[in-house]
């Protein structure tokens, strides 16, 4: 994913209520930017740290800027834009990417499915059947591991019921982990911080669920998912 124009670097001071964060600009100014991540993104900003922010180039929007990419705590980078991971993981399977997932003819997003009034990320169609694609954006790290929800996520763990249901009716079901994390080189589940996720997670790959999950290159003018990371499945 190109972005244009670039990212701009600034400093990050603060995040807060949620949707809100303090950068100062390389020239000095102190500006209120846009924070688009519903998460706790923990371990993944520190204070007076680099960030990159992008300008939405309308004057006219209540906070212009959105928040891109921070500096852990380790020095590594994390994409904090959650909105990006879909189109990111995409774009990896159109162009070949991601290998488990070639094949199919047609790529359709956000279609409604299952019982509990949800819809996929992405749907693959193709002769050999549909192909139903979860994608959730990785950013928290403890060392090298990362791991799922950074927060408890009620969301995630009905989507995990869904993809399981359709794994059980012998419909290729997928969670697709976007890493958008420099430091990561494993997956797995957050089992300390939800383990109602961890559950649902070990029930649906045990029903046939298949996990994938990437790592993405970040920098100011590009992100870009590039090679496959383990998923490590809980313990028996």
């Keep these: 994913m190109k972005i244009n124009p670039a990212l701009t670097e600034g400093k990050l001071l603060r995040r807060y209520k949620r949707f809100l964060a303090d950068v100062e600009t390389l020239s000095g100014e102190i500006i209120t930017i846009h924070c688009p991540n519903t998460g706790s993104m923990k371990n993944c900003w520190q204070e007076n740290t680099p960030c990159w922010y992008s300008d939405s ?62 819809r996929i990320d992405l749907l693959l169609s193709g002769q050999s ?29 009905k989507h995990l019921r869904e993809l399981q249901k359709l794994a059980e009716s012998g419909v290729r079901a997928v969670l697709f982990y976007c890493v958008q994390h420099s430091g990561i080189e494993t997956v797995e589940a957050a089992a300390d911080i939800d383990p109602a996720y961890a559950a649902a997670l070990k029930e649906a790959v045990a029903a046939g669920m298949e996990v994938i999950a990437y790592r993405a290159r970040l920098s100011a003018d590009e992100i870009c998912l590039f090679e496959p990371v383990p998923f490590l499945p809980a313990a028996d």
Excluded: M, W
């Design 129 to 157: 059947g549909d192909c139903y694609v979860e994608v959730k954006n990785v950013t928290l790290a403890e060392g090298a591991r990362g791991l799922f929800p950074d927060a408890v996520s009620a969301r995630g763990t």
């Design 57 to 118: 180039g309308n004057p006219k929007r209540k906070y212009r800027h959105t928040l891109e990419i921070t500096t852990t705590p380790e020095g590594a980078l994390a994409g904090v834009n959650t909105g990006r991971a879909n189109a990111l993981v995409e774009e990896a399977i159109n162009s070949g990417v991601v290998t488990e997932l070639q094949g199919y003819a047609q790529l359709r997003r956000e279609v409604k499915y299952g019982e509990e009034n949800s």
